[in-house]
């Protein structure tokens, strides 16, 4: 169940206690404190935005004069980190106001972590999404003048224009987020109807699967946790009613057992075994956080996770083409080979006759093979060159009238049966000396 309030109540709020410089009757507020109680101010009047607020009911919550009260908030409103008015002896919150945070000091290394992971959402997300835009600009503003001029025109070189109904998507989840609000929206699953329901937005998490951003919290209907996908809700709107986040909710606990953001009801074990060629470049990522890992007597590499849900993992497999082998679930496995298959209709790729698998010689780091039956074909022409450019005349009559054949016609049966000296290479015990002939 989730807790949802008509208003948001006063808490009682701990602070420091206040600090008294020898014997002056004087406070000295604590920055963490004040910082805090701005924090909260925000927040007062955020979660109530239809709501007046008066000075001396705001300096009761805060535990704090009314004088300061009216220093917090002219702070807080000429700094833009709270837009409100007063009319009469209340403060009210502008109507379609936006949210202003307080500052947040970097230093060079935080500062570019930042960029960095905003660089990679901005070029890797489904819709373009101004907001990361507007915050590269800003933060490249704040880096050294000799990286500014180059970041800037990275920065300008993104899309200028966006979907407005993700952008008011987007705004009503982030603020329902922050200020703990129901959101009603619309979302409208890939293969189901559109339908409306009452949310509360619990967590936001990015996913590189699809490039896009989910909303993890209690959705009614169906009355439990959920996921959404913001490019598809199409339509969201705040309300003013309230919700508190459950105590037994943890974020973090979900997301590690999923691979992006699926994270399912009951964990799977999934096995893979990679080919010799990408083994280095399979150890060298930590793909999953329960990942294991055992190198196997070929060069390769067995790997397995257990995830929430696999079928998030399929882009990422399917990325590894004919490197890696699904071992386990059966159900990942099977669904691999059918998509295989569909494949190989599209393509018009007809099976390969068996004599074509077997293989006679590998390179030296055995990663590519010569088939049997090219290297039988390539020892008989060999041979015939030798009979018809090496031999001589008598040499040939004599092995044609052992052989009781013309001249030309024992040079081909010498020629074949050269071809077949490696015959023997088609058998189970040779091939199973390359691995990926194994089950062949």
């Excluded at 990522?285 to 257990?306: F, K, M, N």
């Excluded at 590894?320 to 018009?348: F, H, K, M, Q, S």
């Excluded at 090219?374 to 009559?397: K, Y």
């Excluded at 092995?399 to 049966?413: I, M």
Aim: glycine share 6%.
């Amino acid at each position: 169940m989730v807790a949802v309030n008509s208003e948001i109540p006063f808490p009682n709020l701990e602070y420091n206690e206040s600090k008294y410089l020898g014997g002056n009757t004087v406070p000295v507020i604590d920055a963490d404190t004040k910082m805090q109680r701005l924090l909260e101010l925000q927040m007062l009047f955020w979660r109530n935005p239809g709501r007046s607020l008066r000075t001396a009911e705001i300096a009761a919550y805060l535990g704090v004069t009314e004088r300061t009260v009216r220093n917090y908030l002219d702070e807080l409103s000429t700094s833009g980190r709270l837009p409100i008015y007063k009319e009469g002896w209340e403060w009210h919150l502008l109507e379609d106001a936006r949210m202003g945070l307080l500052p947040v000091n970097l230093d060079l290394e935080e500062g570019t972590q930042l960029y960095l992971a905003m660089r990679l959402l901005a070029r890797h997300s489904d819709e373009p999404n101004l907001t990361i835009r507007a915050v590269l600009v800003k933060l490249i503003s704040a880096m050294p003048p000799t990286l500014s001029g180059h970041l800037e025109r990275l920065a300008h070189g993104l899309p200028t224009q966006a979907d407005p109904r993700y952008a008011d998507v987007f705004r009503a989840i982030v603020y329902g987020w922050a200020t703990r609000r129901v959101v009603n929206l619309e979302y409208h699953p890939l293969k189901l109807k559109p339908y409306w329901a009452r949310f509360c937005p619990y967590l936001l998490e990015p996913s590189a699967i699809g490039y896009t951003v989910y909303a993890i919290g209690h959705s009614d209907p169906p009355g439990a946790l959920r996921t959404y996908k913001l490019e598809r809700i199409t339509q969201a709107e705040l309300s003013d009613e309230t919700f508190d986040l459950p105590e037994d909710f943890d974020g973090l606990a979900l997301l590690k057992q999923a691979w992006g953001v699926m994270y399912g009801e009951e964990l799977q074990t999934v096995i893979l075994r990679f080919h010799p060629r990408v083994a280095r470049r399979v150890k060298e990522t930590i793909w999953h956080p329960s990942q294991t890992y055992r190198d196997l007597d070929d060069g390769g590499v067995e790997w397995s996770a257990q995830v929430g849900d696999w079928l998030e993992m399929l882009p990422w497999i399917r990325g590894w083409g004919g490197d890696v082998t699904v071992l386990e679930p059966p159900e990942l496995r099977e669904r691999l080979i059918n998509e295989t298959r569909r494949l190989a209709a599209i393509y018009d790729i007809q099976p390969i006759p068996t004599y074509q698998l077997l293989w006679a010689k590998t390179n030296k780091d055995k990663t590519r093979t010569h088939p049997l039956i090219c290297h039988m074909i390539d020892v008989a022409q060999v041979t015939l060159a030798l009979w018809d450019e090496v031999l001589t005349e008598s040499i040939r009559a004599q092995f044609a009238a052992a052989l009781g054949l013309d001249v030309d016609a024992a040079g081909r049966l010498i020629a074949f049966w050269a071809g077949l000296h490696d015959l023997g290479k088609a058998s189970p015990c040779f091939q199973r000396k390359y691995p990926p002939t194994e089950k062949s």
